[in-house]
């Protein structure tokens, strides 16, 4: 059974730091991308950060470049955000996720979320 278990979310000022984990299991955590989506009220949920397995080559959204640190422990199962020079507007919903194949079927898991709340 794949599970997948945010943590580390809570109430920053502006330009202060936090860092994510994503708690992985259930299958190959080496072989598969793992990815950050986030979602604000009233917004869709949108693509933050994307690390691949083979390899760990990241992506990032445009509005987090630079601020933003994805990366994984493959011995441990574990993917993090870093997330540096908060802004009001990284306030979210941050989600991880996985989309795997079984048998020509493509399977798209999500965590629980952890709230991400950058306020003054």
């Known amino acids: 059974q794949v599970q997948l278990v945010e943590s580390g979310g809570g109430l920053v000022q502006p330009g202060g730091s936090l860092r994510l984990s994503c708690a992985a299991s259930?299958?190959?955590?080496?072989?598969?991308?793992m990815s950050w989506y986030r979602q604000a009220p009233g917004k869709e949920r949108e693509l933050v950060a994307m690390?691949?397995?083979?390899?760990?080559?990241?992506n990032y959204a445009d509005s987090v470049k630079g601020r933003f640190t994805c990366s994984r422990d493959n011995a441990k199962n574990m993917v993090y955000l870093q997330m540096n020079s908060l802004k009001l507007e990284d306030t979210a919903v941050y989600y991880c996720?996985?989309?795997?194949?079984?048998?020509?079927?493509?399977?798209?898991?999500w965590g629980q979320g952890t709230q991400v709340t950058v306020s003054s």
């Open positions: 259930g299958f190959t955590f080496s072989n598969y991308d």
């Open positions: 996720n996985t989309v795997l194949w079984r048998i020509g079927v493509r399977y798209n898991y």
């Open positions: 690390i691949t397995g083979p390899g760990g080559i990241t």
